[in-house]
């Protein structure tokens, strides 16, 4: 995401949506009854009485319309914003949606920024030409790769084989092998040629068979390649390691790795009881206590006024706010804590425990894939 231009003086902010996950940032920052513009088409008033709506010829223009409906497409990569017209050359009053692309430039009046559009503002600029990284979990028979790119966890493929006599050289079993193997260094090669970083990890052996090939096919892609040992392969594979952390300097500038290594990070520290705060009460007393090293917030929460003074207080305390998607693996797991929970500086118990006698935070994590309320 690019700042264009900012006033100041009346809260304007023109900015260019240069990546998908650009585009779910500006979904999440548009509030209803706020004012944006871009660039758009719409059919000319002034055309012959006589032409039938459908085939008056559409004009480019530059419309502004008051949000009431913000819908982030993320399969097809659009976000429409649909209102009525508030300024224009034409057909003030009447409603119009705009649709935004990557490349797209958008105008949004804010006036004041709250703590939580703060965050995603700033993790969009601070995102321009976030690194796009491949991912792949192997190992014989099940292979998933994915590419992370911002908040983005696309999948690329999934290998899944039935391989004859894996144990056993020769006969069908090696040949079985040596197609594996093919269709998964081609896979590789083409997603890995404009990747930043390529990630290898498994359970086995095949992924430093992978990488020696990459070393001899393709050594300019193999500079790029990282490889770490997980207890899975396939989907349950690449969550495991965007969980663990391991991968975290490959996968530095990725905020979908972040988001599952912080809440892993989370869910840890409440299963041993300490430096770790959920819920609106418990977050926004350790907030106030200057406990709070990273407030972790689900994006549905955003426009929540109950929590918006504890983000601001976070804020202006310096804390890392860390606004977490709800439709991937982190955000379903802090769904089922709240929705908003807190890593801790030091140990620490909020009063409100004190205060009811609660012995303390709960010592189990809640199972992978939980849901909230």
């Known amino acids: ?19 998908p996950s650009d585009l779910w940032r500006i979904s999440r920052f548009v509030r209803v009854g706020e004012r944006v513009g871009a660039s758009t088409t719409r059919r000319d008033p002034e055309a012959p009485a006589d032409v039938a709506g459908a085939e008056r010829t559409r004009r480019r223009v530059t419309l502004v319309v008051r949000a009431e409906q913000v819908e982030f497409h993320g399969f097809s990569k659009h976000v429409r914003i649909t209102g009525p017209i508030v300024e224009g050359p034409f057909d003030i009053g009447r409603h119009h949606t705009l649709d935004l692309a990557e490349g797209d430039d958008v105008t949004v009046v804010k006036p004041v920024l709250s703590a939580g559009e703060h965050a995603i503002l700033d993790e969009g600029l601070a995102g321009r030409g976030e690194p796009a990284i491949v991912l792949a979990a192997v190992d014989w028979g099940d292979s998933s790769i994915v590419r992370l790119h911002g908040r983005a966890v696309e999948p690329v493929a999934d290998l899944r084989r039935t391989i004859a ?44 068979q992978l990488y020696r090939r990459l070393l001899e096919d393709d050594p300019t892609l193999a500079k790029r390649t990282r490889v770490y040992p997980t207890a899975e392969s396939g989907r349950v594979g690449v969550d495991e390691l965007l969980r663990s952390g391991r991968a975290s300097e490959a996968l530095r500038g990725s905020v979908a790795a972040e988001e599952a290594e912080v809440v892993e990070r989370l869910v840890r520290a409440l299963a041993g009881g300490q430096r770790a705060a959920v819920g609106r009460t418990e977050v926004a007393e350790a907030v106030d206590a200057g406990a709070v090293e990273t407030l972790l917030v689900s994006e549905t929460l955003l426009t929540d006024e109950t929590i918006a003074p504890a ?11 860390l606004v977490v ?25 909020a009063p409100s425990r004190l205060a009811t006698g609660s012995p303390g935070r709960p010592r189990a994590a809640p199972r992978s894939g939980a849901s909230g309320p």
């Open 1 to 19: 995401m690019r700042l264009v231009h900012r006033d100041a003086s009346t809260g304007l902010l023109k900015l260019r949506l240069e990546t």
């Open 165 to 208: 006599g894996k144990r056993y050289s020769g006969g069908q079993g090696e040949k079985d092998r040596a197609t594996y193997v093919g269709e998964l260094m081609d896979a590789l090669r083409r997603e890995g040629a404009n990747a930043t970083a390529l990630v290898l990890a498994g359970p086995g052996f095949l992924k430093e």
């Open 325 to 349: 998607r709800e439709d991937g693996e982190a955000g379903r797991r802090l769904a089922g804590l709240g929705r908003v929970a807190a890593l801790l500086r030091y140990d620490w118990v």
């Open 311 to 321: 983000l601001d207080r976070a804020r202006a305390a310096r804390v890392h706010v």
